[in-house]
């Protein structure tokens, strides 16, 4: 497999344009079996989870091509007698997020139970308890799902938990049902507010998207659209640290602070400084780094997908951080790693003490799983010496080239095959 070698201790420079969201892209793409029509999703990034639930559409007689970064998208083939590849689904948890459409168009769908990174257990009970509620039967077999309803109607829906994933899916099923939904607690995230934008394009009555209501009056149709998704917060907040964690002065391009504001305030708060202009952010990093406490939260909150990234910065700033994760159990797989390299942290459940020390050391250590991936790059470009990270194909499906993009900014960086 693939392995990245990075020396570290060479300080970064210039400017970073951050790729467009993965996780708004996939229930995007996933979104396109709604309309029956053809769909142009634009400036695609090139990840291997792109690819694989393109494959996965492919499987099920969607024509799928890519020119120049554009994903055209032509959903008028599919039957509703078509299963997803189950070997595709097992590879992705994003994958489920096809059921929500195929129920809504077809009124019945058969999946397998997704895959994903081993972060933590993330049922899919929310999903399955809106489809319920907007009148499909489920029946819950040895490794599948399947869903039926002659016709979905709108109901109220309250989520136990604000669900990124069960939103998205309740959404796409909703957006063809009978009558009014209303989804509370809903998910805020960017990401949702961006599907929404999505298929009111395509003709969806939606309103309150990036609130915790959201109401949904059913159409009977919808239809093909051109659409370019947000920027990737997550990869812009990556980039952002690079920057603090190795003193250097880097511009993060196409992004928007609104979407980053949890990020910046913890930078902030650890001694890093920020310009923030339109559509970029310039980050100045420097060796007096602050100790920190972050807890992850649902959106507007820390993001849980940059719990890691922000756990390497706090192995190299003065004093003791305590990070609290609230969203997984167990997303703190990337600490032994860098334990590996010279950091000193304890574990206590679902919080990680971490005492500053004054250097890494380069060392082989493994990505055990892609924001896990991320962290460790961060370490390894300020560590002591040479790192060799292994099991990358984790980083690869949430980065685009990103030993690429970091070699542009000067980082002593390469990809082994």
Same mark, same amino acid.
């Given at each position: 497999?693939?392995?990245?070698?990075?020396?570290?201790?060479?300080?970064?420079?210039?400017?970073?344009?951050?790729?467009?969201?993965?996780?708004?892209?996939?229930?995007?793409?996933?979104?396109?079996?709604?309309?029956?029509?053809?769909?142009?999703?634009?400036?695609?990034?090139?990840?291997?989870?792109?690819?694989?639930?393109?494959?996965?559409?492919?499987?099920?007689?969607?024509?799928?091509?890519?020119?120049?970064?554009?994903?055209?998208?032509?959903?008028?083939?599919?039957?509703?007698?078509?299963?997803?590849?189950?070997?595709?689904?097992?590879?992705?948890?994003?994958?489920?997020?096809?059921?929500?459409?195929?129920?809504?168009?077809?009124?019945?769908?058969?999946?397998?139970?997704?895959?994903?990174?081993?972060?933590?257990?993330?049922?899919?009970?929310?999903?399955?308890?809106?489809?319920?509620?907007?009148?499909?039967?489920?029946?819950?077999?040895?490794?599948?799902?399947?869903?039926?309803?002659?016709?979905?109607?709108?109901?109220?829906?309250?989520?136990?938990?604000?669900?990124?994933?069960?939103?998205?899916?309740?959404?796409?099923?909703?957006?063809?049902?009978?009558?009014?939904?209303?989804?509370?607690?809903?998910?805020?995230?960017?990401?949702?507010?961006?599907? +929404?934008?999505? $298929?009111?394009? %395509? @003709? /969806? #009555? *939606?309103?309150?998207? =990036?609130?915790?209501? &959201?109401?949904?009056?059913?159409?009977?149709?919808?239809?093909?659209?051109?659409?370019?998704?947000?920027?990737?917060?997550?990869?812009?907040?990556?980039?952002?640290?690079?920057?603090?964690?190795?003193?250097?002065?880097?511009?993060?391009?196409?992004?928007?602070?609104?979407?980053?504001?949890?990020?910046?305030?913890?930078?902030?708060?650890?001694?890093?400084?920020?310009?923030?202009?339109?559509?970029?952010?310039?980050?100045?990093?420097?060796?007096?780094?602050?100790?920190?406490?972050?807890?992850?939260?649902?959106?507007?909150?820390?993001?849980?997908?940059?719990?890691?990234?922000?756990?390497?910065?706090?192995?190299?700033?003065?004093?003791?951080?305590?990070?609290?994760?609230?969203?997984?159990?167990?997303?703190?797989?990337? +600490?032994?790693? $860098?334990?590996? %390299? @010279? /950091? #000193? *942290?304890?574990?206590? =459940?679902?919080?990680? &003490?971490?005492?500053?020390?004054?250097?890494?050391?380069?060392?082989?250590?493994?990505?055990?799983?892609?924001?896990?991936?991320?962290?460790?790059?961060?370490?390894?470009?300020?560590?002591?010496?040479?790192?060799?990270?292994?099991?990358?194909?984790?980083?690869?499906?949430?980065?685009?080239?990103?030993?690429?993009?970091?070699?542009?900014?000067?980082?002593?960086?390469?990809?082994?095959?």
């Amino acid at each position: 497999m693939d392995k990245l070698v990075i020396k570290g201790g060479v300080p970064l420079k210039g400017e970073i344009t951050i790729s467009a969201a993965k996780n708004s892209i996939l229930p995007i793409i996933a979104a396109s079996i709604l309309s029956g029509d053809k769909c142009i999703i634009n400036n695609a990034p090139t990840l291997e989870d792109v690819y694989v639930i393109c494959d996965l559409l492919s499987s099920m007689n969607t024509k799928v091509s890519f020119n120049d970064n554009n994903i055209y998208i032509d959903t008028s083939g599919i039957l509703s007698t078509d299963e997803p590849d189950g070997d595709l689904v097992r590879k992705m948890r994003a994958s489920f997020l096809i059921m929500g459409p195929m129920l809504s168009r077809f009124g019945k769908v058969k999946i397998s139970l997704p895959g994903g990174c081993n972060i933590g257990t993330r049922p899919i009970d929310l999903h399955l308890k809106g489809f319920r509620a907007l009148g499909a039967n489920i029946d819950l077999g040895y490794g599948y799902v399947e869903a039926k309803a002659e016709k979905l109607k709108g109901n109220n829906i309250y989520l136990d938990f604000p669900s990124v994933g069960a939103t998205e899916n309740i959404m796409m099923a909703a957006v063809l049902a009978e009558g009014e939904t209303i989804i509370e607690n809903a998910a805020e995230e960017p990401e949702i507010k961006d599907l +929404a934008n999505f $298929l009111i394009q %395509m @003709g /969806a #009555n *939606i309103q309150g998207a =990036g609130s915790d209501t &959201i109401r949904i009056t059913g159409v009977k149709n919808l239809h093909g659209v051109s659409y370019t998704p947000i920027f990737d917060r997550i990869e812009a907040g990556t980039y952002m640290i690079a920057a603090a964690i190795t003193n250097s002065k880097v511009k993060i391009s196409g992004v928007e602070e609104e979407y980053l504001r949890p990020v910046i305030a913890k930078l902030i708060e650890s001694g890093a400084s920020l310009e923030i202009g339109e559509k970029f952010i310039i980050v100045n990093g420097h060796n007096g780094l602050r100790a920190m406490d972050i807890k992850t939260m649902p959106y507007p909150g820390f993001p849980t997908d940059m719990q890691a990234q922000i756990m390497s910065l706090a192995c190299l700033s003065k004093g003791t951080s305590i990070i609290t994760e609230t969203v997984f159990e167990n997303r703190f797989m990337h +600490a032994g790693e $860098l334990k590996r %390299m @010279g /950091a #000193n *942290i304890k574990i206590d =459940g679902r919080c990680a &003490i971490i005492e500053g020390v004054k250097s890494l050391s380069g060392c082989n250590v493994k990505a055990t799983d892609l924001r896990a991936g991320a962290a460790l790059i961060l370490a390894a470009l300020c560590a002591d010496g040479v790192t060799t990270i292994n099991d990358i194909y984790h980083i690869d499906r949430g980065y685009v080239s990103i030993e690429e993009k970091f070699k542009k900014l000067g980082a002593n960086i390469e990809r082994i095959k």
